[in-house]
């Protein structure tokens, strides 16, 4: 299929050409053409399969058709809410990217900087707002924002934005919208308490669904290597000495770690830098930055602040930590291997990391390879399922053993 096939507006087509976008990915061709017809679509996608551009595009097209008839000023007419501000800063590009070419104006705001450069562009007036809740419901509590003239409605990365505690600020946020609108929700995953939340804000959506969370992108090659917790900081340089691993997004379970494991690549003199949830947002965005550039070989994040960061044809992944929920794996590969190039992903599991190892297999539905070119290889084996339940009974028969003998002590 072509994007001409989807009714695209010029405008948009020659942006899109300008992107050397060649074909529409499947959520794109399965979704445009709905929310065009201003359907209400839940789409289960996840990050990596291009659905921004499937919710910017028709949204841009759409308000740059009203356009024409309104008369009135610059209001605030479609409402982007994403988790993090990576994905938000990330969003609102790509509405000026894809709307380069039409008149529609996007302005993104969240939270951990000065609001005054944000309330000043929301003074000048938008068309398309992109906000991370906590500062939207903040400037909306000042005065800045009014949603009652929001037609386009979009809750993107619904789980993840579950996952990080934003329920309540996202009721507080539909309660003000108008009724009649049209909504799009998209979530990697779609467990019960999602298709609730999506019964609140959908009318008669239309589903769409590509590549659900445990098809992890199938152009991605796992390896494994299995070693311990003492030894995961040399095992990692040793990986960094294949200098085909020109750029790596390392993941790192805690903001502690991400910091040490970055010090201790910089004491090794190799380029890296961390981003998490302490350092400042300009700090951020500066490492992103150097990454994107290609001068920082290893960035270190952990998995809130790399959320949706987006790095053209980034081939490597590291975990360092396997994460201790199957699904977060997912969206750390869901960084590299995008829109169709190759991506590799390494994982460094220590004994005690194991069982999330299963659980992770289980959920991609494939046996991850291990690396057999190790220096450093687990030594401790864990225990299995007998051996852990000889070693509780024999732990307690001590105990009562213990307690036995101290009261034959006290008589
Ligand atoms: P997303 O899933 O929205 O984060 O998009 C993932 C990446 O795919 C971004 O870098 C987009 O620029 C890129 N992309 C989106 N749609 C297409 C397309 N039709 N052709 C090529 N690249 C695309």
Redesign the pocket.
């Known amino acids: 299929m072509r994007?001409e096939e989807l009714q695209i507006s010029e405008p948009i087509l020659k942006a899109?050409k300008e992107?050397?976008?060649?074909?529409?990915?499947p959520?794109?061709e399965q979704a445009i053409a709905h929310i065009l017809h201003r359907k209400d679509v839940m789409g289960s996608?996840?990050?990596?399969?291009?659905?921004?551009?499937?919710f910017a595009i028709p949204i841009i097209q759409l308000l740059e058709a009203d356009q024409k008839e309104r008369k009135s000023s610059r209001k605030v007419k479609a409402l982007v809410i994403t988790p993090t501000r990576e994905l938000a800063i990330?969003?609102g590009e790509?509405f000026s990217?894809y709307g380069r070419h039409t008149s529609i104006k996007n302005t993104v705001i969240y939270g951990g900087v000065n609001q005054h450069g944000q309330t000043e562009a929301l003074k000048k007036g938008v068309d398309v707002l992109v906000a991370t809740p906590g500062r939207l419901l903040d400037l909306m509590n000042q005065g800045f924002i009014n949603l009652k003239n929001i037609e386009y409605f979009v809750l993107d990365e619904a789980d993840r934005m579950l996952d990080m505690g934003f329920i309540h600020d996202i009721r507080k946020i539909i309660a003000t919208l108008p009724e009649k609108r049209q909504s799009l929700f998209f979530s990697a995953t779609m467990p019960k308490n999602i298709v609730d939340l999506s019964r609140q804000i959908l009318h008669k959506p239309v589903k769409v669904e590509v590549s659900p969370a445990s098809s992890a992108a199938e152009t991605v090659q796992h390896y494994m290597y299995y070693t311990n917790k003492s030894n995961k900081k040399n095992l990692l340089l040793h990986i960094l000495k294949d200098q085909d691993i020109d750029q790596v997004l390392l993941f790192s379970r805690t903001k502690h770690g991400a910091d040490r494991i970055a010090r201790n690549l910089k004491n090794k003199r190799i380029h890296t830098a961390a981003i998490h949830g302490d350092k400042s947002q300009n700090q951020r965005q500066k490492s992103l930055q150097q990454f994107k550039e290609g001068n920082v070989r290893v960035l270190v994040a952990t998995d809130i602040a790399a959320r949706?960061i987006?790095?053209?044809s980034l081939k490597y992944v590291i975990n360092y930590d396997l994460p201790n929920v199957a699904e977060t794996y997912v969206h750390r590969i869901g960084r590299s291997g995008?829109?169709?190039e190759e991506g590799t992903a390494i994982s460094l599991c220590e004994p005690e990391e194991n069982a999330y190892l299963k659980a992770i297999e289980k959920l991609i539905d494939q046996k991850i390879e291990k690396v057999n070119d190790n220096p450093f290889p687990q030594t401790e084996r864990p225990m299995n399922a007998q051996e852990k339940k000889d070693f509780e009974k024999e732990k307690q028969r001590r105990k009562q053993e213990y307690f036995a003998n101290r009261k034959k002590k006290s008589r």
Do not use: C, H, N, V
């Open positions: 994007f899109l992107e050397k976008y060649e074909t529409p990915t959520i794109q996608a996840q990050t990596g399969t291009g659905k921004t551009a499937a990330q969003i790509s990217t949706g987006d790095i053209e995008r829109a169709g």
